[in-house]
């Protein structure tokens, strides 16, 4: 386990580089970004451990970032200022572009990964925008009309959106569709909807709507996702089945900050909590371990060397399956592989 201390800042968000298998970006606030400046970090995994390569200054806590699929040295990052910066490692210590049409703070951006032309943010201003990197204004406007804590292109189709918030409710949006009353809107999935079978762990009594922070694509089925949130479960979702869940993770202890599937491994996700864990999961969907297409999910290992909410966590895209970094308000980033911690369990 590799580790760099954020001095000062308390991190939000860390992303490995689409191009480099060394460089990561972690993005962070002072005060735990009550108040104070924002600083986003970009890092060099080396030889001798964690380098600074270089660090930009922002007036405001920096909740998320994103690295360009375009261009190898440009990143985006989500202000809690309601503006949107990209900056370029190789071009001073100013960015290079700048967006403010978002009236609260941005909580979520994300560079599209089949369509590379355009990213997506979200803010608590009940708006998801899509942008193009070339001009001022933004290009869409999806209104949710409740604060939204994560939003996403889908990574097998360029005019999939979707996104999760305060509502708890999964939305998806279609770009194709005309834009008329419902703005694009295809699905409305209730996040709360209880299991259809009983599900060790999860409480079987009314469970209401809890804000969910957080949500990801499989990377290998196209109608997968995860969600998590508020009540610390995670549930993964099939869009040919909207009715609600298919699966329950249980087992973290206090809101789920991040989940993120394996780039690697169509059955695995890693989860970073405010209970300083961070966990890696099956969905039970891996044919080959006896997972037999479905069946329930279950927790593969846990690392928790973190002291404080772990907050962010990304998959390493090269090289070996199990590699990641995680992030969290001890003001420390974790470089250190899954697979580790799975023979522990």
């Not at 479905?294 to 973190?306: I, N, P, S």
């Amino acid at each position: 386990m590799i580790e760099f201390r954020t001095q000062g800042f308390n991190p939000y968000a860390t992303k490995y580089s689409p191009f480099f298998d060394s460089r990561l970006a972690v993005s962070a606030g002072a005060n735990f970004g009550l108040v104070g400046n924002g600083r986003l970090y970009i890092l060099n995994l080396t030889a001798n451990g964690i380098q600074v390569e270089k660090f930009f200054e922002t007036q405001d806590c920096l909740f998320d970032t994103a690295w360009s699929e375009q261009h190898e040295n440009q990143i985006l990052t989500a202000g809690g200022d309601g503006s949107i910066k990209l900056f370029d490692i190789g071009v001073g210590e100013f960015p290079v572009a700048g967006w403010q049409e978002h009236s609260r703070e941005v909580f979520s951006v994300h560079w599209g990964l089949v369509d590379k032309t355009r990213f997506a943010s979200s803010s608590w201003d009940g708006t998801v925008k899509i942008w193009s990197p070339e001009r001022k204004e933004s290009l869409v406007t999806l209104p949710v009309h409740s604060c939204v804590y994560s939003a996403q292109f889908s990574p097998h189709h360029p005019e999939i959106v979707t996104c999760v918030g305060r509502d708890s409710h999964l939305r998806v949006f279609d770009l194709r569709t005309k834009a008329s009353a419902q703005n694009h809107l295809t699905l409305a999935i209730p996040i709360h909807a209880p299991p259809k079978v009983p599900v060790p762990g999860y409480g079987q009594g009314s469970v209401g709507p809890t804000e969910c922070l957080t949500h990801d694509w499989n990377k290998y089925r196209d109608s997968v996702l995860a969600t998590a949130g508020v009540d610390s479960v995670i549930r993964t979702f099939d869009l040919r089945s909207p009715s609600g869940p298919v699966n329950f993770l249980t087992g973290h202890e206090y809101a789920v900050r991040k989940v993120s599937w394996s780039p690697h491994l169509s059955d695995v996700l890693l989860s970073a909590s405010y209970d300083m864990t961070c966990r890696v999961w099956t969905d039970g969907s891996n044919v080959e371990k006896g997972g037999g297409g479905a069946g329930f999910g279950r927790e593969l290992g846990r690392m928790d060397a973190h002291t404080e909410f772990a907050m962010g966590v990304d998959w390493c895209l090269f090289g070996a399956e199990g590699w990641c970094a995680t992030c969290a308000w001890d003001e420390r980033v974790l470089v250190w592989d899954v697979r580790e911690f799975m023979r522990q369990t």
